[in-house]
């Protein structure tokens, strides 16, 4: 089937604006991450979703950021009042726990690349 | 806490040429460990993975085994192409109750020219 897919691609925000990126996982997958990629970084962990049920937001740099994922498919990570430290490529990943291991392989969508100026 | 360390980069070698980037990884308990590849304009994908001990993930000519006593997972292909120009992420997986998050090293970019 498709695979994750993340919406806009490219976003450039004013400094001080509120953002609203999405994603769409792969059909049935019961975990949803969201991960923040700086430039020429590898991507680091923001929060995780099992369902609808937001299980860790640990990796949330700020109050300023906040996941949801209402209906357990569609996820949004929302940032508010943007600054220029925000700007990163900010992934959606999707997975689907494993029956007999509980390991799971994490499915990547392409990223929304953010700009704040 | 855990953490992945890869050698830094770039690299750059001819096609056909035999490619090592290696990868360490510090974590309590039994991680999964995987190499993530990211070509150009594109999102990452998974090249392969390995989740216990002495085992070896392999796809498209790339190869890493878990060596747990030296807590590494380095990727090797005996014959590079051109096409597999692209940055190599180094991650690994621990269980943290029902989360499986990834810890990526900060990747290394390979070029491979003709």
């Known amino acids: 089937g498709a695979g994750v897919s993340q919406s806009p691609r490219y976003k450039v925000a004013k400094r001080g604006q509120d953002v609203a990126l999405r994603c769409d996982p792969i059909?049935?997958?019961?975990?949803l991450f969201w991960y923040q990629q700086a430039l020429g970084q590898g991507p680091e962990f923001l929060t995780y979703?099992?369902?609808?049920?937001?299980?860790?937001k640990s990796g949330l740099p700020s109050d300023r950021f906040f996941a949801e994922r209402p209906e357990g498919s569609v996820s949004t990570l929302k940032i508010q009042r943007t600054q220029q430290e925000d700007s990163a490529v900010y992934l959606c990943?999707?997975?689907?726990?494993?029956?007999?291991?509980?390991?799971?392989?994490?499915?990547f969508g392409p990223g929304t690349r953010l700009l704040v100026l | 806490g855990d953490s992945v360390t890869q050698m830094e980069g770039p690299v750059t070698l001819s096609e056909e040429a035999f490619l090592t980037i290696n990868c360490t990884y510090t974590?309590?308990?039994?991680?999964?460990l995987f190499w993530y590849v990211q070509y150009p304009g594109e999102g990452l994908q998974l090249l392969l993975k390995?989740?216990?001990?002495?085992d070896k993930g392999s796809n498209k000519g790339f190869e890493a085994t878990y060596r747990k006593e030296t807590t590494s997972f380095h990727l090797e292909k005996g014959s590079v192409q051109v096409s597999d120009s692209a940055v190599y992420f180094c991650?690994?997986?621990?269980?943290?109750?029902?989360?499986?998050?990834?810890?990526f090293g900060k990747g290394t970019l390979l070029t491979v020219n003709p």
């Open positions: 990943a999707s997975s689907s726990p494993s029956l007999t291991s509980g390991r799971e392989t994490q499915y």
């Open positions: 059909s049935g997958h019961v975990s």
């Open positions: 979703f099992q369902n609808e049920a937001q299980l860790d």
């Open positions: 974590a309590t308990g039994y991680p999964s």
């Open positions: 390995a989740t216990k001990a002495d």
């Open positions: 991650a690994l997986s621990r269980q943290s109750g029902s989360n499986y998050k990834l810890t």
